[in-house]
Nanobody
Framework: QVQLVESGGGLVQAGGSLTLSCTASGRTLSSYAMGWFRQAPGKEREFVAA????????YYADSVKGRFTISRDNAKNTVSLQMNSLKPEDTAVYYC?????????????????WGQGTQVTVSS
């Protein structure tokens, strides 16, 4: 069983930056595809970014491309999401997700394990 814990959320002004981290316990993540999703109030959970097991392939939603960067450190069992040039529409609960069987996916169905989420609020 994999437990994922997100951290690094908070309140930031528009144009600012935050770095989210996802730390895993229970299993090593070195062979897992990892993803970040977000969910705003009243909206469905949406894809933000994903990374393959080695970190050699990354994928982004169009809405964050060029502003967010996903990375991983398999030695530390962590995945990070660097968020720059934040906008009020980035406000949401951000979730980390992991999957041991499939490649990086852009839908929630592609992941078996989820963290509890961390709140990101961007003020205008």
């Amino acid at each position: 069983q994999v437990q994922l814990v997100e951290s690094g959320g908070g309140l930031v002004q528009a144009g600012g930056s935050l770095t989210l981290s996802c730390t895993a316990s229970g299993r090593t993540l070195s062979s897992y595809a990892m993803g970040w999703f977000r969910q705003a109030p009243g909206k469905e959970r949406e894809f933000v970014a994903a990374i393959n097991w080695s970190g050699g392939s990354t994928y982004y939603a169009d809405s964050v491309k060029g502003r967010f960067t996903i990375s991983r450190d398999n030695a530390k069992n962590t995945v990070s999401l660097q968020m720059n040039s934040l906008k009020p529409e980035d406000t949401a609960v951000y979730y980390c997700a992991a999957d041991p069987y499939r490649g990086p996916a852009s839908t929630p169905k592609g992941y078996d394990y989820w963290g509890q989420g961390t709140q990101v609020t961007v003020s205008s």
